[in-house]
C-alpha cells in the first residue's frame, strides 16, 4: 500500500509518497501478524497514514533474507567498488527527489522546511556519497613479525547488522547508519521509529530502484517493545547499532549480553553545557547558544540545554539570549511557511513530557524569564521557545534531558567552577565555549568530559568528523572514517615463509 497526499503549500508544491509496508528482502510486504501503527502529523495532531508494525515474527525473516544476502551476493562476494557503485547510485537516486524527502520529513516531524531541506536532507546526501567513497578504500596492515612470518590484518565486516533509529533526524540517522554499513559489507535490518517511518521507507523504494541485491538492505517499521526488543536479542545478529535515549541502550545492552554477546554501539541522549566566558563575543555567543536550544525545538541529542554564563556578562547576555528566543517564537508555525524557524515538538507525549519539566523547574524554583508556556496555536504540539533563569546545579531542569525547546541557566564566577559543575552530569555528548581567549577556549575544552566541543560555535555537524559521547551518552563513532572502524572487525593472518 502507499502514502500519498498533494501538497499545494508556498514552499512545496506536488505529490509526496512512500510505500506503507515492510521493506524485506527487496519487497514490500505485510507484516505476517498484521499490525499496523499510526503515523500523526505533529503540525496538526491528526493521522498521516498507517504503516506496517513489524513483530519478532517480522524480525526472523528479514534476518534469514539478509543473512542469505550475506552470503550469496553481498559481504565478501562483492568488491568494494560494486558496493561503492551501488551506495553513489542510491545516493544520487535520493538527490533526484530531495524535495520530495524533504516535504514528507516536515509532514512527519514537524520540521521548518528551510532545517528539513538545508539540514538533514543536505547532511543525509554528504554521507552517502561520503561512505560511497568509502567502499573500495579499506584496507588492512601488514606487520613484520620476529618469526620469519608474514603477517597482515583484513577488516571484514560482522555480517548482520541490526540498526535501531530515533525520531529526530530520521532520514539522516538511516544514513549515517547504513553508508558506513553497507560501504564495509554488512548487511543490514533496520528499525525506523514508530514515530518517524516514512522517509525511511521512501528510501527503502529508492534502494530497490538502485538496485541492491534482495535482503542486503531491510527496513522494518515497528514498536521498541517489540520489533526492536527482538532486534537486540536476535541471535544471529552480530551487531546492533543505535541512536536514541539512555534508558533504551541500557536495555539493548542487557539484551546483547543475555543473546550472543553481539557488539553494541550507543548515541544516546545528553545534557550538553554552553559555557559564556566575560570575555565571549556577545553576539556570537548569542547566536549559536540560541540555535543550540531552539532549532529542531530543541529535539537535538547534542542541544545545548545547560547554558553556564559568567557573572559579568550574565545580564547582557539574558537580555539579548531572550530577545533571541522572541524572534523565534514569532516564527514558529506550520513547516511549510515562508520563514517558519520554529516548529511543534513531535508528538503528544513528547509535548507533555517537556510540558512536565517546564512545570518542575517553576515548582524547584527557577525563573521563567520567557516562554514556559504551549504556544498559542491552537492545534499541534507547539512549545513557546523557553528560557529558565536562576537555576542551580542540583535542578532537574539542569541534570535531565529534556528533548525540547527549554534553556537553564546558571550563573558562574570562575573557570575552575564552571568546569566542575559543568562535568557534574551523567551525560557527556557535547559542549560549547565561548571565549576570544584562545587559551581559555583550549583549556577549557580540553578538561570537558564530552565526546564533541565546539569552540564560538555550537551544534554543528560535519559528515567526516567522528560523533559520538562519553559517559552515559554512549560509546562508539558514526560518521568520518571512525565509523568504518565501528563497522568492522580485524583478523589478522599469519604466514610462515
Ligand atoms: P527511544 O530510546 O525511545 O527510541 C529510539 C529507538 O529505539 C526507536 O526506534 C524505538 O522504537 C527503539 N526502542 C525503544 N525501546 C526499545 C527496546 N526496548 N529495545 C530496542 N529498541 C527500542 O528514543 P527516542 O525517544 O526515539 O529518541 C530520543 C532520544 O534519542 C533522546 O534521548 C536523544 O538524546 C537520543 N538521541 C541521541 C543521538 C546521538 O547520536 N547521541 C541522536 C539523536 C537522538
Known sequence: ETFKVELDTPIYKGSVSCNTGLFINGKFVDAVEGGTIDVINPSTGKLLTKVAAATSKDVDIAVEAAKKAYKTSWGLKVSGAQRGELLMKLATLLEANIDEFAALECLNVGKPWSESKGFDMKLTLQTLKYYAGWADKVHGKTIETNEQKLAYTRHEPYGVVGQIVPWNYPLTMVSWKIGPALATGNVVVLKPSEITPLTALKLAGLVQEAGFPPGVVNIIPGYGATAGAAMSLHPDIRKIAFTGSTLTGRKIQEASAKSNLKVVTLELGGKSPNIIFNDADLEQAVKWTAIGIFSNSGQVCTAGSRIFVQEGIYDAFIKA?????????????????????????????????????????????????????????????????????????????????????????????????????????????????????????????????????????????????????????????ELGAYAIDTYTQVKAVHINV
Open 321 to 477: 539570549f531572550s530577545e533571541a528566543a522572541a524572534g523565534v517564537n514569532t516564527k514558529t508555525g506550520d513547516p511549510f511557511a515562508e520563514g517558519t524557524i520554529h516548529g511543534p515538538v513531535v508528538s503528544q507525549t513528547q509535548f507533555d513530557r517537556v510540558m512536565g519539566y517546564i512545570d518542575a523547574a517553576k515548582a524547584e524554583g527557577a525563573t521563567t524569564f520567557i516562554g514556559g508556556e504551549r504556544h498559542s496555536l491552537t492545534e499541534g504540539f507547539f512549545v513557546k521557545p523557553t528560557i529558565f533563569t536562576d537555576c542551580t546545579p542540583d535542578m532537574k531542569i539542569v541534570q535531565e534531558e529534556v528533548f525540547g525547546p527549554v534553556a537553564a541557566v546558571v550563573k558562574f564566577k570562575t573557570e575552575d567552577e564552571v568546569i566542575e559543575m559543568a562535568n557534574d552530569s551523567n551525560y557527556g555528548l557535547a559542549c560549547a565555549v565561548f571565549t576570544e581567549n584562545v587559551s581559555r577556549a583550549i583549556r577549557v575544552s580540553n578538561a570537558l568530559e564530552a565526546g564533541m566541543a565546539w569552540v564560538n560555535c555550537n551544534v554543528t555537524t560535519e559528515y567526516n568528523v567522528p560523533f559520538g559521547g562519553y559517559k552515559q551518552s554512549g560509546y562508539g563513532r
